[in-house]
C-alpha cells in the first residue's frame, strides 16, 4: 500500500501560480511513477501530467504543458506540482497518483493508488 496526501492548494488570481506538494507513506516512493490528475466540478477527472520514477522523463496534457512542471524529491517521498500562469479553467480538485508501471499512461486506470485531492480554485 502508498499512502498519498495532497496539500498546498487554494485560492489564487488569474496569472498566479501555486505549488501543490504530494507526500507520499508505505512502500518505497522511487519504485513508483506519479501522476497528477484533476477534476473540475461537472466534468470527468483528466490527466494533468506524469514523472518517471527516477525524475529523469516527464510527460503533460497538451493543456498544461508550458505552464505547469512536476518534479519528485526521492529522499523527501515527495511529488510537486509548480502551475504558473495559471487560468479559471484550471480550476478543479487535484490528485496526485501512484503507478508501478513504467509505461507511461494517462488512463486513470492505470494508477494504482490515489490521494484524496486538494481544491484549486483560480478567479478571473
Known amino acids: 500500500q502508498v499512502q498519498l496526501v495532497e496539500s498546498g492548494g487554494g485560492l489564487v488570481q488569474a496569472g498566479g501560480s501555486l505549488r501543490l506538494s504530494c507526500a507520499a507513506s508505505?512502500?518505497?516512493?522511487?519504485?513508483?511513477?506519479m501522476g497528477w490528475f484533476r477534476q473540475a466540478p461537472g466534468k470527468e477527472r483528466e490527466f494533468v501530467g506524469r514523472?518517471?520514477?527516477?525524475?529523469?522523463?516527464?510527460y503533460y496534457a497538451d493543456s498544461t504543458k508550458g505552464r505547469f512542471t512536476i518534479s519528485r524529491d526521492n529522499a523527501k517521498n515527495t511529488v510537486y506540482l509548480q502551475m504558473n500562469s495559471l487560468k479559471p479553467e484550471d480550476t478543479a480538485v487535484y490528485y496526485c497518483?501512484?503507478?508501478?508501471?513504467?509505461?507511461?499512461?494517462?488512463?486513470?486506470?492505470?494508477?494504482?493508488?490515489w490521494g484524496q485531492g486538494t481544491q484549486v480554485t483560480v478567479s478571473s
Open positions: 514523472i518517471s520514477r527516477g525524475g529523469g522523463h516527464t
Open positions: 497518483a501512484a503507478d508501478r508501471q513504467v509505461v507511461v499512461t494517462t488512463r486513470e486506470g492505470g494508477y494504482d493508488y
Open positions: 508505505g512502500r518505497t516512493f522511487a519504485n513508483y511513477a
